[in-house]
């Protein structure tokens, strides 16, 4: 069994900054793409950021120059700086991985969610 566990979600002022964090844990044999993805409400989920295990990179346009992807492979980590939030960032944030488990082929993951609010 995978899980995945994020933190750092909160209340933020627009021109804040935070940082979200996703540790992986579980018999993880290998991950591949992890990534960060938000839902606001009444919309659909959409992909934020992700990252290879190659290290590629790939954000969407909303948030291209403000916010940053990074992992950490001895730690089965993924985090997302968010910098210069707008109130537009505000949504619930879920941590995503592929993960090849000890019994399980390549299947996705993801975090129960956190939340992100940035007030005008």
């Known amino acids: 069994q995978v899980q995945l566990v994020e933190s750092g979600g909160g209340l933020v002022q627009a021109g804040g900054s935070l940082r979200l964090s996703c540790a992986a844990s579980?018999?993880?044999?290998?991950?591949?793409?992890m990534g960060w993805y938000r839902q606001a409400p009444g919309k659909q989920r959409e992909l934020v950021a992700t990252i290879t295990s190659g290290g590629s990179l790939n954000y969407s346009d909303s948030v291209k120059g403000r916010f940053t992807i990074s992992r950490d492979d001895a730690k089965n980590t993924v985090d997302l700086q968010m910098n210069s939030l707008k109130p537009e960032d505000t949504a619930v944030y879920y941590c995503?991985?592929?993960?090849?488990?000890?019994?399980?082929?390549?299947?996705?993951?993801w975090g129960q969610g956190t939340q992100v609010t940035v007030s005008s």
């Open positions: 995503n991985a592929n993960v090849i488990a000890a019994t399980t082929p390549l299947l996705p993951y």
């Open positions: 579980g018999s993880i044999f290998s991950i591949n793409a």
